[in-house]
């Protein structure tokens, strides 16, 4: 067997068994339902914790670690626009929304009237 194959098996088994804890976490959080929610909480924010540890271990883990870590980078990278910027626009598109709104129901009434015209309904 090739170091890439051993690494990419154990890489799998990784990621297997950190979807077995995930499971097997999920499966006695119900089980144990006489059991106090708050321990039951607790035991499964611990399994999820476990199971991440676990998983980091494995290639995808470590890409998907990579990931965020970058995203991260990236978030402070963004210019957020200031309130002022954010009240002026959110104004904005409440005032087109309601324009429009407006207008619809103008329209609807007068394809009403001309429809109720024809039918002789008016």
């Known amino acids: 067997m090739t170091e890439k194959n051993i690494e990419t098996k154990s890489s799998k088994s990784y ?4 979807i077995g804890v995930l499971i097997t976490g999920m ?3 119900y089980y144990y339902s006489d059991v106090r929610l ?3 909480v607790v035991g499964m924010i611990s399994v999820v914790i ?3 540890f676990i998983a980091y271990q494995s290639d995808f883990g470590k890409l998907v670690y990579s990931y ?3 995203s991260k980078v990236e978030l402070k990278k963004v210019t957020w626009p200031t309130k002022q910027e954010t009240t ?3 104004l904005g598109v409440i005032f087109v929304v309601i324009v ?4 619809l129901w103008l329209f ?3 394809l009403g009237w001309a429809i109720g015209t024809l039918y002789g309904v008016a």
Do not use: C, E, N
């Not at 429009?100 to 207008?103: A, E, F, M, R």
């Open 15 to 18: 990621l297997m068994l950190s």
């Open 27 to 29: 499966i006695l959080f």
């Open 38 to 40: 708050f321990y039951r």
């Open 50 to 52: 476990f199971s991440a």
């Open 68 to 70: 965020v870590t970058d």
């Open 88 to 90: 002026q626009t959110t």
């Open 100 to 103: 429009v709104g407006i207008l």
């Open 108 to 110: 609807d009434m007068l």
